[in-house]
């Protein structure tokens, strides 16, 4: 019988809550996700049951199943018994001593610089521009300062969206109470294909990074307070994703990319960059170009002092 082998915090807390019975809300081949009753104190009621091919994130629980998750389909039961998760014909058993992970704390305040940072996503850009093949996603062709590709449909907007979030940005380092970019966020929210689209993981990136500074607090309350009132403009898969980063927190992907970028290594930067990247069609590196622009402005607001 398979079973988990390492449970995210908030996946672990929900285990303690057992037994007790959700449904299927979305089958894929390496994961499949369970919507359950609410916690106390839970950030959300969806959570993951991933292959340990799949990286951790919080609301995920890794098993040891090596065949894809077929024979079960959205709306099935699901029943997380004390010693075993039953969905369709799998048995799961949960061990008494389930290890679990959870993210580190990258306070960046004294380590890095924009100047700085800006090397290291020129490095990254550099080093996926020749590793992603044609057609290139915006978030990589912006990530390398470039322009979207003509034949792209939302490029475009997409690109519209991050130059209004940026110059939200760098006005909010001017204001002692900067106001939510309601507008700016809107604009992003939902905006492309996919399960979560490029906007919504851009918009991850960025609370992500900006949660590595103290220091910018404030922008980052603010930019919670924009997108927690807009999350209603993207599909609940997403609001799952977004809910997570607005609480403050992220996967392991994003976990070994900022601790490199911290301790300045350039092999283990590119290979943690290179990782996040191949995580879905594109969400890795919008999540990539978000996190270059929460860091930025993380690091902005550190030492840098009033912005021309």
Request: charged share 20%.
């Given at each position: 019988m398979p079973s988990i082998c390492m449970a995210g915090t908030a996946a672990a807390a929900m285990l303690q809550q057992r037994p007790m019975e959700g449904r299927v809300h979305s089958v894929f081949r390496r994961v499949l996700n369970m919507e359950m009753p609410a916690v106390p104190g839970a950030v959300d009621n969806l959570y993951s049951l991933g292959r340990q091919d799949v990286s951790p994130s919080p609301a995920m629980l890794v098993t040891d199943l090596k065949q894809p998750f077929f024979g079960v389909s959205p709306g099935n039961v699901i029943r997380i018994r004390p010693d075993l998760i039953e969905v369709g014909e799998y048995r799961i058993a949960i061990p008494t001593d389930l290890p679990q992970?959870?993210?580190?704390?990258?306070?960046?305040?004294?380590?890095?610089?924009?100047?700085?940072?800006?090397?290291?996503?020129?490095?990254?850009?550099?080093?996926?521009?020749?590793?992603?093949?044609?057609?290139?996603?915006?978030?990589?062709?912006?990530?390398?300062?470039?322009?979207?590709?003509?034949?792209?449909?939302f490029g475009k907007a997409f690109q519209t969206g991050v130059e209004a979030l940026e110059a939200w940005g760098y006005g909010a380092l001017k204001d002692p109470a900067p106001a939510p970019p309601g507008e700016a966020s809107a604009r992003l929210l939902g905006l492309g294909a996919g399960l979560t689209p490029s906007g919504d993981d851009y918009l991850s990136g960025v609370l992500t990074g900006l949660g590595?500074?103290?220091?910018?607090?404030?922008?980052?309350?603010?930019?919670?307070?924009?997108?927690?009132?807009?999350?209603?403009?993207?599909?609940?898969?997403?609001?799952?994703?977004?809910?997570?980063?607005?609480?403050?927190?992220?996967?392991?992907?994003?976990?070994?990319?900022?601790?490199?970028?911290?301790?300045?290594?350039?092999?283990?930067?590119?290979?943690?960059?290179e990782a996040l990247a191949a995580y879905?069609?594109?969400?890795?590196?919008?999540?990539?170009?978000?996190?270059?622009?929460?860091?930025?402005?993380?690091a902005l607001a550190t030492g840098a002092g009033p912005i021309a």
């Open positions: 992970w959870q993210q580190g704390s990258h306070i960046g305040d004294a380590r890095a610089d924009m100047e700085t940072l800006e090397g290291y996503f020129s490095n990254i850009a550099a080093l996926l521009l020749q590793r992603v093949s044609w057609p290139q996603p915006s978030s990589l062709l912006l990530l390398a300062g470039r322009q979207p590709r003509r034949d792209d449909p590595q500074f103290s220091s910018a607090a404030v922008m980052l309350a603010s930019l919670r307070k924009a997108v927690g009132a807009n999350l209603g403009r993207t599909n609940r898969l997403s609001q799952h994703f977004l809910a997570y980063a607005l609480a403050g927190y992220w996967g392991r992907l994003e976990d070994q990319l900022i601790a490199a970028l911290w301790a300045g290594d350039r092999p283990e930067y590119l290979l943690a960059a879905g069609s594109s969400s890795g590196m919008d999540e990539i170009l978000g996190l270059r622009t929460g860091l930025r402005l993380g």
